[in-house]
């Protein structure tokens, strides 16, 4: 099995990505001058590679050893196209079901949502390039190996996803407190996608906008919230009692 690598120095991140290695994050050094750091920048443009710039102490802190200013995490899993894997789950003829994780950032709770994905039969896993949990180590141990067999999709816009999976017929319902709609209130037996928030904000109200539909799940403790994972848990295998 795989693991994430993290790759440090310029020309060691080049060699990764000029022999195919998908780049999961990439931290460059603010204010990086030189020739090397050019060929880095225009390979950086020309694969459409996720990249921050971030001041010394962050690298630092990434790795001890000698990163000339970057600092690249090297993905065990090469993620699907969005529009091919959609096309693929329509012409299977079977409905299709997809989880859209708005900005999660643990790689936990990333690890046990692939893992009950899996077990629910979800299409796909739709995440964004910039602001999400990457994939580490912590993510497949978390997974049980599940990562490696549910297709991921990394996008550019989370909303851009969302439009083109209702363009294809595929409604997009947010798992949010902010509703008066309960997850049983809803039909999930259609073609859906379901969006997860982050652990701390929820889905963002930004994509709350655009949903077709909001649920909730009903809470009688003290506590106003479950751990995502949990909630997300929830609104799956209400899917799929609804649709057996």
């Known amino acids: 099995m795989k693991e994430e690598s993290l790759v440090f120095g310029i020309r060691a991140i080049i060699e990764a990505i000029t022999s195919g290695k998908t780049v999961d994050k990439l931290f460059i050094q603010k204010g990086l001058q030189g020739d090397l750091a050019k060929e880095l920048m225009s390979l950086v443009k020309k694969h459409n590679i996720t990249m921050t710039y971030v001041p010394v102490e962050k690298l630092n802190r990434l790795t001890r050893k000698n990163h000339q200013g970057a600092v690249a995490y090297i993905s065990p899993i090469d993620f699907y196209d969005l529009e091919n894997l959609v096309l693929n789950v329509i012409?299977?003829?079977?409905?299709?079901?997809?989880?859209?994780?708005?900005q999660l950032s643990d790689v936990?709770?990333?690890g046990a949502i692939i893992r009950t994905a899996e077990c629910t039969g979800v299409d796909g896993i739709i995440i964004q390039k910039k602001g999400g949990a990457p994939v580490t180590a912590d993510t497949i141990k978390t997974s049980a190996g599940a990562i490696f067999?549910?297709?991921?999709?990394?996008?550019?816009?989370i909303k851009d996803a969302m439009f083109y999976l209702q363009g294809s017929g595929i409604q997009v319902l947010a798992a949010t407190e902010k509703t008066t709609n309960t997850i049983y209130d809803i039909d999930l037996t259609t073609p859906i996608a379901i969006v997860m928030g982050s652990e701390g904000k929820g889905v963002s109200s930004s994509v709350l906008k655009l949903v077709d539909q909001q649920a909730k799940l009903p809470m009688y403790g003290d506590i106003a919230s479950l751990n995502v994972s949990v909630a997300c848990g929830v609104f799956l295998y209400e899917t799929i009692r609804q649709r057996l």
């Open 149 to 157: 067999k549910i297709p991921i999709c990394k996008v550019d816009h």
């Open 91 to 102: 012409e299977s003829g079977k409905t299709p079901l997809f989880l859209i994780l708005d």
């Open 108 to 110: 936990r709770n990333f």
